[in-house]
């Protein structure tokens, strides 16, 4: 077998990473070194870690309270720039949120399957951060440039005891919504083509992202299944008692109900939470 850190310790090394691009290149790098593992037919070894509280960060962007980050007004160039800005914070967030769950949670057994899912999505969301980043520097708005929102890390340390209750809501909710939102987006960048020349690659990344944020609703919903399974609860009433406790404020339509379906995400599920 091929020498390499347990998957804890290697989740536990992105987390404690500051920079974005350092963060993400040695994210894909723990990735390959695990999948190319289990390609090969090996189980590598868990291991446990002591994650940190809250990711290593870089200096830039600045961090706001959610209600002062400036509105983002998509018919501007600035406008997109921002859009861009805020999407690069979120996958940035995603990076980490995939390995915390790898880290934080080796306590409770799960199947080899369960590691798999959150390391390929860790993996994706490296891949993400970096396209935007790339479009943003192709803007000549480097990630960093502008203020983002402090509180996308509020879901992680809601549910840091909790493994069902972060299924339910960083995948199941806050990825879903991805989902929602999205297709406007790449409208905002198809529009902007003739006077942007970055709003090509803005939309490819995007529709790269959109399809591969499908299949990390999908784990999501997949483990909270299979957790709900474990415990004989009933996933439905799981999932709204959870969201509730952990969420704070209604889930916000319309919903991408076709998107959703095909993640594993039936309406009975989100209706019953929204506004």
Known sequence: MTEMLPLAEMADAVLRTADGREKTALSRHYAGLWQA??????????????PPDRPARPARPELLDPRDVPRRRPGSPQGRRAILHAVAHIELNAVDLHWDIVARFTHIPMPI????????????????????????????????TLPAHAGM????????????GRLAV????????????????IEIFEKAKKDEPAAAQAVDAMH???????HHVAYGSKWFHFLCGRHDTDP???FHDL?????????????????RAEAGLPPDFYWPLAD
């Open 37 to 50: 593992a289990r390609a090969r037919g090996e189980t590598p070894e868990i291991g446990t870690a002591s």
């Open 243 to 259: 969201v509730r406790r952990y969420f704070h404020g209604a889930l916000k339509p319309p919903f991408n109900e076709e998107k």
């Open 170 to 185: 960083v995948p199941m909710v806050l990825e879903a919504r991805g989902l929602d939102v999205t297709p406007g987006m």
């Open 208 to 214: 790269v992202i959109y399809a591969e944020e499908v």
């Open 236 to 238: 439905k009433d799981a």
């Open 113 to 144: 399957g369960f590691y798999d899912d959150w390391v390929k999505s860790a993996d994706e969301e490296s891949k993400h951060f970096n396209l935007i980043c790339d479009v943003l520097d192709a803007m000549d708005c480097p990630y960093g």
């Open 153 to 164: 890390w509020r879901a992680a340390e809601d549910t840091k005891d909790d493994l069902m």
